[in-house]
């Protein structure tokens, strides 16, 4: 199936996979609006002049105050696994159901940093990458083009570990494969379904993911903690390593 303009048959699959073009902003007010959001790629420069806005913290101190935490690095973590489950969910989705990715460069892609979950994101324009959407593909496209950068803004502004960070690509990689094996079975789309749980195969065999946890079919234990536990109210995800919230060492869960 060719991209559409509005990318379509994202759309049923639920609000992480739905990417907002240009063609859906056209003139008036939307049009405006998405000219006026940052992009990516001014997200994860690492060096910030004193008049550039600084898009990542911008978008961890509304994570901050919307979750009251208390710590910084703790929204840096969840804000960025939210965004790493916006991108591996379209990025799959397109996958599986055009069987193409769109091009997803962070200079097309902008980020409403104000927005609530999931997060909001719109593509400027749809151009298909050559050739099909292989587990490669979607590793340089996602991994390298976007989760690699974003990491090392995080890093160098909150000094969130590594080894979180990456879990918490693990787990919203492995969240978003679920999504999509539940969608095909309730659909009847066997063909979804496996090519869904091919392509989240070989990415786990990738460098970056393959340490990041255990995967049992669609289950998957990470080896790491997002730190969710220390939100006020918050608790342990049903991925975590941990089976209750740490009482001690709370740095502990930040490799």
């Known amino acids: 199936m060719d991209l559409d303009p509005d990318l379509a048959a994202l759309r049923p699959l639920g609000g992480f996979f739905v990417l907002r073009t240009a063609r859906s902003a056209a003139g008036g007010p939307a049009r405006a609006r998405i000219d006026g959001l940052p992009t990516l790629a001014q997200a994860y420069r690492t060096e910030i002049s004193d008049d550039q806005r600084d898009v990542v913290t911008f978008r961890v101190e509304t994570v901050e105050q919307r979750l009251r935490a208390s710590e910084p690095r703790v929204a840096a973590s969840i804000a960025q696994q939210g965004l790493a489950a916006r991108l591996w969910s379209v990025a799959l989705g397109c996958a599986v159901r055009y069987g193409r990715l769109p091009d997803l460069d962070p200079r097309l892609l902008h980020w409403d940093t104000g927005a609530g979950a999931p997060d909001d994101l719109w593509l400027a324009a749809v151009r298909p990458l050559p050739g099909t959407a292989e587990p490669a593909t979607l590793a340089a496209v996602v991994l390298h083009g976007h989760l690699e950068p974003l990491g090392e803004a995080l890093r160098a502004r909150y000094g969130v570990a590594g080894g979180l960070l990456w879990g918490n690509a693990g787990s919203a990689l492995a969240g978003a494969a679920r999504e999509l094996d539940r969608w095909a079975r309730a659909h009847g789309r066997s063909d979804v379904a496996h090519r869904t749980r091919t392509l989240t195969a070989a990415l786990f065999a990738h460098p970056r993911l393959s340490a990041t946890g255990t995967r049992t079919g669609p289950a998957f234990r990470r080896r790491s903690c997002c730190l969710y536990y220390r939100v006020p109210g918050g608790g342990?995800?049903?991925?975590?390593?941990?089976?209750?919230?740490?009482?001690?060492?709370?740095?502990?869960?930040?490799g």
């Open 236 to 254: 342990v995800c049903g991925d975590c390593c941990f089976t209750q919230p740490p009482r001690s060492s709370p740095r502990a869960a930040s």
